[in-house]
């Protein structure tokens, strides 16, 4: 019998501890947390905040099982995670399993190797109780916001919604941003860019004008005056330049580069790499220290000199600048460097590699280069034209690594290289051109953006990023999603051979993909918690409170005050607002009169969706018509629509004509728009409108519908009516009388299959499900 009980978090992990530790030692997991706030009187308001906590109906099981198993060892090792939500579960094992301190120790690790695992043996620890506290201040004051905000949401907008103090930080962004967008003039200039020739008449140098022109008259003009002009070089300058590489991963740069390099979600970034963490492949993946150990840098060095040599290897130690981080943890990186590959699903092989060549390029060289400046002086003007040119001399670091970018506005670097010139040498105008460009708006967040912002802020810590970004996206308030582009004029003016030409074209300005935008739900609660609780969104007050939790996990200030603090002021604010009244519902707008009816019509969020009214009801009036409603279509806001607009969407449904002698209706619902015929729903895509649909188009959906369901159906049996072969998604099935079947792989033509046969296909599996379920139960 094992006389040591190792209790960690996941099965994964305890797999590949166990391993490691042998047969003296069990290593069971917890499967997270063990216990929870209760979901009603969490929170002791009236004695000090005290946490009321209960142990989930689906965690009583784990609990039993690892009590008994307590029992019956001499020591119990609590190797949750290092953190505070890890020193949080450690803190709550010991409590629930009754574990005493003489045979209790705590060990902390951050990476799954033997030297790791063997050395917090023998180094142990007690349970850091101030981790433990700036844990329970965050989940207390999470708690307590949630709980008293959400009925106030609830009565003022809609049932069900709920908001969060970190959550609700992040969509304020994502509105403002959205409203900036919706705000901003783009301002129109000229970009002139020309080919000269050398004096040898072949070699052509590509330059641009130091400056924007105003106006297309500006631009012309400048053509113009430049017909007759003498071009000859001015001046070239060349500078070295050095690049030097960026600090080893933390989790904000790690999932800002995945979703940049690999298109990874943020939230998918830290299930890959929690995979990867676990089996043992990289150091702890929730930390904000860029420090590496000796042991790390050593192992660095060796790789580097031994595949790309001495001159590629300096030494570097990274300091952390984010406040908070504790330079005893590490960055992300791979517990063994020297493995340039590890076995695994294709995202870990992907991820995993990102972080090992990030991890080496920090302790790589600069990467050197010479950046050139040629200027073109135009006789008789002051402007002049440019052509830069870089050159990479020594490429260091980047023949392993180059940090990706998601500012849209960033200009590329120009690595063309530029001949060989001398000053008042002349040149010779080939084509100048004068292309009409923009100012561009703001870009709207990505996940990794998000991220970055968030931290920039001082909001969240690495253990809450993808939580809040998922919660937001779960919550409905934001969608990641893409928004169609506007198509734009944009006019060039081209000088070739002393003549100018003027030509029009076309081009698709503001497309995104996969962008975070705020839904109508989203920007009604932001607005609602912006007018009556600005402190609770303000971001200095949500990123003091980050602070405050550091110094708790310090032992420098008690959790119970900081609480107290806060909720002495926003308690009050909540009981004033939640007795305020008001004649419309908060998001509700009135758009104007139906000149029909003469009925107001108003805008606001309805039970499902955003919805239209027209009307109001008249509770004098019995015989008063009552409020007709009409759901917005997709690509429609509440903040955007027009009177026009709305009116029409009364419209539906609508008929669209006759097919087969039956009526086809187009309409819009809960999901999105639909035409309706004969009793079945098709969706309308997203490039038709219900308003707008021809009845040639509605056809071709119905044809389209019937098409997919007959490639579907592979085999129907007219003396059993309610069995059937279908094709789906992973290969051919059984349907019989709302179940499904998974067809044997021995069958090799499904088709060919006959009623008796499929009959004992369902009787077979049936004796399957029972003999499994007798099974579990007597596990």
Not at 403 to 431: C, F, Y
């Amino acid at each position: 019998m094992q006389k040591n009980l190792v209790i960690v978090e996941s099965p994964a992990k305890a797999k590949t501890i166990e391993k490691i530790l042998g047969k003296d030692f069990k290593v069971m997991s917890s499967y997270g947390h063990i216990r929870d706030l209760k979901q009603k009187d969490g929170v002791d308001i009236h004695h000090n905040y005290a946490p009321q906590y209960i142990v989930p109906e689906d965690k009583k099981k784990i609990v039993a099982a690892l009590k008994a198993e307590a029992r019956k060892v001499e020591m119990v090792w609590l190797a949750s995670d290092e953190d505070r939500e890890g020193e949080a579960i450690s803190w709550h094992l010991a409590e629930v399993l009754e574990l005493t301190p003489e045979k209790t120790k705590r060990i902390v690790f951050h990476e799954i190797t033997k030297n790791a695992i063997l050395r917090a043996i023998e180094t142990p620890r007690d349970i850091d109780l101030h981790l433990v506290d700036a844990q329970q201040a965050r989940r207390v004051l999470d708690r307590i916001v949630g709980f008293e905000l959400s009925p106030i949401l609830w009565k003022k907008v809609k049932p069900a919604l709920s908001a969060g103090r970190v959550q609700s930080v992040a969509v304020r962004l994502i509105v403002e941003r959205e409203r900036e967008i919706s705000h901003f003039l783009s301002e129109a200039s000229f970009r002139i860019v020309a080919d000269f020739l050398l004096p040898d008449g072949t070699t052509l140098l590509k330059t641009e004008l130091n400056k924007r022109l105003k106006t297309k008259e500006d631009a012309y003009d400048f053509l113009d005056s430049c017909k007759d002009a003498a071009f000859k070089i001015d001046e070239t300058v060349t500078k070295p330049v050095k690049k030097s590489p960026p600090a080893p991963f933390t989790t904000s740069t790690l999932q800002q580069e995945a979703a940049r390099k690999l298109g990874y979600s943020v939230s998918q970034t830290m299930a890959v790499a929690q995979r990867l963490y676990e089996s043992g492949r990289i150091t702890y993946m929730r930390t904000d220290s860029v420090n590496l150990s000796d042991l790390a840098l050593g192992s660095a060095k060796e790789t580097i000199l031994n595949v790309y040599g001495e001159p590629y290897y300096k030494f570097r130690k990274y300091s952390t600048k984010t406040k908070g981080a504790q330079e005893a943890h590490e960055a992300i990186r791979p517990t063994y460097i020297a493995d340039e590959e590890i076995s695994g699903t294709i995202q870990e092989k992907k991820l995993y590699d990102l972080i090992r060549k990030r991890t080496l390029a920090s302790q790589m060289a600069e990467a050197e280069m010479e950046r050139t400046t040629i200027s073109i002086s135009i006789s008789q003007q002051t402007e002049k034209f440019v052509a830069t040119g870089e050159v990479i001399v020594f490429d260091g670091f980047l023949q392993l690594y180059t940090e990706s970018s998601d500012d849209e506005n960033e200009k590329e670097q120009d690595n063309r290289l530029l001949p060989p010139v001398r000053p008042d040498e002349p040149l010779t105008l080939k084509e100048m051109v004068a292309t009409e460009r923009f100012t561009q708006r703001p870009p709207r967040y990505t996940e990794a953006s998000l991220v970055r912002r968030l931290e920039e802020l001082g909001v969240g810590r690495p253990s809450t990023y993808a939580p809040t970004i998922q919660t937001i996206q779960n919550r409905e308030y934001v969608l990641k999603g893409d928004k169609e582009g506007v198509e734009r004029h944009y006019r060039i003016l081209v000088l070739n051979r002393l003549k100018i030409t003027e030509k029009e074209k076309k081009e698709i300005a503001g497309a995104d993909r996969n962008k975070l935008i705020p839904t109508d739900i989203g920007i009604v609660v932001n607005d609602f918690l912006m007018e009556y609780f600005p402190h609770v969104l303000d971001y200095n007050f949500t990123a003091s409170v980050e602070k405050e939790f550091d110094i708790i996990a310090e032992g420098e200030m008690n959790w119970t005050d900081v609480i107290d603090r806060f909720y002495t002021v926003f308690h009050p604010i909540v009981e004033k607002t939640s007795a305020i009244k008001t004649e419309h519902k908060i998001g509700e707008r009135e758009l104007g009169v139906d000149p029909k009816t003469g009925r107001s019509v108003f805008v606001k969020i309805g039970r499902f969706s955003p919805v239209v009214q027209l009307g109001v009801i008249n509770p004098d009036d019995k015989n008063a018509s009552k409020p007709q409603f009409a759901p917005l279509l997709k690509e429609q806001s509440i903040e955007t629509i027009t009177l026009e607009e709305a009116l029409r969407l009364f419209d539906l449904p609508r008929t669209v004509g006759t097919y087969e002698e039956k009526t086809i209706e187009a309409a819009t619902g809960r999901f999105g728009p639909f035409i309706r015929h004969d009793g079945k729903y098709i969706s309308i895509p997203k490039q038709m409108e219900p308003l707008t649909i021809s009845l040639e188009e509605a056809i071709e959906l119905i044809i389209a519908k019937r098409r997919k369901e007959a490639e579907r159906s592979l085999k129907k049996f007219g003396e059993a009516p309610e069995v059937e072969l279908l094709n789906g998604r992973f290969g051919p099935y059984i349907t019989c009388q709302g179940k499904n079947y998974k067809i044997p792989s021995t069958v090799k033509d499904p088709k060919a299959l006959t009623l008796e046969e499929v009959m004992q296909i369902i009787a077979s599996a049936g004796e399957k499900a029972q003999t499994k379920k007798r099974t579990s139960q007597k596990k």
